[in-house]
């Protein structure tokens, strides 16, 4: 089989690299991709993720299988509509089932129509409204965007000034242009975050295993929030029973209510949930793979990967096999000034250590070279039997590197660590 992948990050790097595996898969495509794809074989092509007639004329003159949607954008632009009428097979949901992560009001609406558990909530498009709104629940609160904004557009403000900052800054100031020009205000809820994935085909959920997201910029959680600055899998402080009911609860009601509303769902279903004290609740949904979750999931998936996705392309069930054992941690390196204005153009360090792999994102070719060429650089990802060796190896590795003008958090895993210490 030839695949092709749309996409240009880290997360398009370990769905490359994972399809790579599979005995059944001959060449990976990826477009546009980036250059640290090349050290794993993937080839790139240079064409727009949003090009999307290019895109299927690639494919045909490959004699692509089939091709897997990467990020978002092109979910939400109708890739997936634009390849089917073209008579393709392509992996990720269709524009109108894609607005589950386009549309937080479209999520809550969901939500609320098939009683699924989530923060109380109230969307505005009037700052006045808004304000009064705050005012009147107080703080802590969360303010979302209600539109994309690459994972910078919600702010969990602990006071009230923040909170009417955050709700001016969108409406009024249109700090993320259309997507703010609609806000959901929801309430805070308190509890561990975790990263509930599936692949979803109409009403059949076949569910991954969980990971937990590191958001905000700097250690401790301090800081805006990002796309996300390192992940680990499993988390232990998480229990089978609360991934259950979440599975039970949250995520085949979602299926069936998308299948309901004619707006049946194929691809990747990503639910971000807290573990409440009433049990798990929605935070916000995405469809498609998350970033840096991918890169600590799919290394522990051990089913053939491309097997899978072909089987769900043709509406065959399918049976997913997880290792066990050990943890996996990966840590984002970022450029300096990141989320806002960050720096670009220096040099990577070489990574040849077996105990690691490197996932590359932000980056571009320089006179044969890798340097940085957006916010997240590259991820850096190991697995140990025990999740103090998995951070082990990764920040030993990191220690060793010139890592000028970048910046990581050291802290990726520490809590469930700190967790895990006092159960002993």
């Known amino acids: 089989m030839n695949l092709l992948i749309i996409g240009a990050g880290g997360r398009e790097h370990a769905i490359g690299k994972k399809l790579s595996q599979s005995p059944i898969v001959e060449k990976i495509y990826c477009a546009p991709g980036n ?31 089939w091709t897997f949607v990467g990020p978002e954008i092109p979910l939400l632009n109708g890739i997936v509509d634009d390849f089917k009428k073209a008579g393709l097979k392509i992996f990720g949901p269709t524009k109108v089932a894609a607005l589950i992560e386009g549309s937080k009001s479209f999520a809550k609406e969901l939500m609320e129509r098939f009683h699924i558990p989530t923060a109380e909530s109230k969307t505005f498009t009037d700052y006045s409204k808004a304000k009064q709104y705050i005012e009147t629940k107080g703080a802590p609160i969360v303010i979302k965007a209600d539109g994309l904004a690459a994972g ?64 905000c910029v700097y250690d401790g959680d301090k800081g805006p929030n990002t796309g996300g600055m390192g992940a680990y899998s499993p988390v232990p402080q998480i229990s089978e029973k609360i991934v259950e009911i979440g599975v039970k609860q949250i995520l085949e009601p979602v299926a069936k209510g998308m299948v309901e509303m004619n707006r049946s769902f194929t691809g990747v279903l990503y639910a971000g949930l807290i573990a409440t004290a009433d049990g798990p609740k929605v935070i916000e949904f995405n469809a498609r793979f998350g970033d840096p979750e991918t890169q600590v999931i799919l290394p522990r998936l051990k089913s053939d990967f491309a097997q899978v996705i072909s089987d769900l392309l043709e509406n065959k069930a399918v049976e997913l096999t997880w290792e066990k054992e050990g943890y996996h941690v990966g840590v984002v390196v970022a450029a300096e000034g990141y989320p806002d204005k960050y720096l670009t153009g220096m040099r990577l360090p070489e990574f040849l250590e077996e105990e690691v792999t490197v996932y590359y994102a932000g980056v571009k070719e320089n006179n044969g070279n890798l340097v940085g060429d957006g916010g997240r650089i590259y991820l850096v990802e190991a697995f140990g039997r025990t999740l103090e060796e998995a951070r082990e190896k990764v920040y030993g590795v990191l220690q060793t590197k010139n890592t000028v003008q970048t910046f990581y958090r050291k802290d990726i895993g520490g809590k469930a660590m700190k967790g895990l210490a006092e159960d002993h």
């Open 35 to 65: 250059p640290g794809m090349k050290k794993d074989g993937i080839q790139l092509v240079d064409i727009k993720e949003t090009d999307h007639q290019e895109l299927i004329d690639f494919a045909k003159k490959m004699a692509i299988t």
């Open 152 to 215: 910078k557009g919600v702010v969990v403000a602990k006071t009230l000034e923040e909170a009417l900052k955050a709700a001016y800054d969108m409406l009024e100031k249109d700090r993320f242009g259309k997507s703010g020009r609609m806000i959901v205000i929801e309430e805070f809820l308190a509890g561990e975050e975790f990263s509930l994935l599936a692949f979803v085909n109409g009403t059949a959920v076949y569910p991954m295993v969980i990971s937990q997201d590191h958001k």
